[in-house]
Antibody
Framework: QEQLQEAGPGLVKPSETLSLTCTIS????????WNWVRQAPGKGLEWIGN???????KYNPSLKSRVAISGDFSKNQFSLRLSSVTAADTAVYYC????????????????WGQGTAVTVSS | DIQMTQSPSTLSASIGDRITITCRAS??????LAWYQQKPGKPPKLLIF???YLESGVPSRFSGSGSGTEFTLTISGLQPEDFATYYC??????????FGQGTKLEIK
């Protein structure tokens, strides 16, 4: 059964770096974009960025200066680092995949993790 | 960046109704559009991709249409399990992905 599972601290102090990992199980790695999406309490979905299995990344311009997505696909994992966090970064963080090639994604995000809640507070 | 605008923000409807949600892109995205359904406390679920293709396992009462900058999601014959929040998302290759702000479908 294909699954994604997010993991990381549920509480991060302001100005520190938020680090999350998504573990991929039962699913192929190649030919997919691996995404991070977040949802602040009571708000809509915000795409953070993604990494293709060849290591190419793309980011939301509004977060680009603070975000880094990396992959360790030999361990079936990819990760998110978000630096200099503030209360505005409090959200549920999801990992998700979408199929594509090195130039384009063809379908929507068809597999999602259950999400992990992160609170930014001192 | 490409902005996605959904309307309405909230929609009240009854079981059995046919409803339509609209999503407009700030520039052409051809047909690189997906629709998702989200229920409280759950991740989004993919319903439609490439504007009009039904994801496997999604009931046929869901349909999508449109191209360029204007798209619609239609649910024909609302069922109790359809009351949720719906999001559109563009994924054209040369732009960062963006979501619409969401449409909450409520029971009338």
């Amino acid at each position: 059964q294909e699954q994604l599972q997010e993991a990381g601290p549920g509480l991060v102090k302001p100005s520190e770096t938020l680090s999350l990992t998504c573990t991929i199980s039962g699913a192929p790695i190649s030919s997919y974009y691996w995404n991070w999406v977040r949802q602040a309490p009571g708000k809509g979905l915000e795409w953070i960025g993604n990494i293709f299995y060849n290591g190419r990344t793309k980011y939301n311009p509004s977060l680009k200066s603070r975000v880094a997505i990396s992959g360790d696909f030999s361990k079936n994992q990819f990760s998110l680092r978000l630096s200099s966090v503030t209360a505005a970064d409090t959200a549920v963080y999801y990992c998700a995949r979408n199929y594509g090639d090195s130039g384009s994604s063809y379908f929507g995000m068809d597999l999602w993790g259950q999400g992990t809640a992160v609170t930014v507070s001192s | 960046d490409i902005q996605m605008t959904q309307s309405p923000s909230t929609l009240s409807a009854s079981i059995g109704d046919r409803i339509t949600i609209t999503c407009r892109a700030s520039q052409s995205i051809v047909n690189w559009l997906a629709w998702y359904q989200q229920k409280p406390g759950k991740p989004p679920k993919l319903l439609i991709f490439k504007a009009s293709y039904l994801e496997s396992g999604v009931p046929s009462r869901f349909s999508g249409s449109g191209s360029g900058t204007e798209f619609t999601l239609t649910i024909s014959g609302l069922q109790p399990e359809d009351f949720a929040t719906y999001y559109c998302q563009q994924y054209i290759s040369y732009s960062p992905y963006t979501f619409g702000q969401g449409t909450k479908l409520e029971i009338k």
